[in-house]
T-cell receptor, first 114, second 108 residues
């Protein structure tokens, strides 16, 4: 079974621009979570989507948003990019995002903001 | 708020030696605890979870609620164990709070 895929794998943007990242979960998985990974802050939870609804949200500004489609694919958007948004963005999928379920991570999208 | 602390950023041992990666957490409820591993050029993947009480690749971890710890142990380290290890906590559901990670190097 194919794993979690993320596109694009690499992105370079400039300050003030916006960016959209995509995540395709494992077939049958309905929960998709997003994480930001930076050297300074480590892995931080952004948000989780389940059945096209945001179910959980981390402590990130409103510039970070996401959505999920009926086929469970998810996108996250960052508007008005800042230098500090440079990071590896990981998504993870699971069947329903419930107690003790295994989450499967994608390879990540590396975003560089200049 | 929950917090996970991994006090060692780097840990180096020789092949065949025991290894222990430390993890301490703070959470007011009953947490779900996990260890994730990332091998070089591979994805982050689940190694084990406390509720399963299983041994994966020779690794075990015991939840100590009194000391709020979930240390990862292996009696005899192998070179292929070299990787980045993350301890993670969940209050329930899919939201994970990760520690900063420990880079384990097993020397021949």
């Amino acid at each position: 079974k194919a794993g979690v895929t993320q596109t694009p794998r690499y992105l370079i943007k400039t300050r003030g621009q916006q960016v959209t990242l995509s995540c395709s979960p494992i077939s049958g998985h309905r929960s998709v979570s997003w994480y930001q990974q930076t050297p300074g802050q480590g892995l931080q939870f952004l948000f989780e989507y389940f059945s096209e609804t945001q179910r959980n949200k981390g402590n990130f500004p409103g510039r970070f948003s996401g959505r999920q489609f009926s086929n469970s694919r998810s996108e996250m958007n960052v508007s008005t990019l800042e230098l500090g948004d440079s990071a590896l963005y990981l998504c993870a999928s699971s069947l329903a995002g419930v107690h003790q379920e295994t989450q499967y991570f994608g390879p990540g999208t590396r975003l560089l903001v200049l | 708020a929950q917090r996970v602390t991994q006090p060692e950023k780097l840990l180096s041992v020789f092949k065949g030696a025991p290894v222990e990666l430390k993890c301490n957490y703070s959470y007011s409820g009953s947490p779900e605890l996990f260890w994730y591993v990332q091998y070089s050029r591979q994805r982050l993947q689940l190694l084990l979870r406390h509720i399963s009480r299983e041994s994966i690749k020779g690794f075990t971890a015991d939840l100590n609620k009194g000391e709020t710890s979930f240390h990862l142990k292996k009696p005899f380290a192998q070179e292929e164990d070299s990787a980045m290890y993350y301890c993670a906590l969940s209050p329930g559901g899919s939201r994970l709070t990760f520690g900063e990670g420990t880079q384990l190097t097993v020397n021949p």
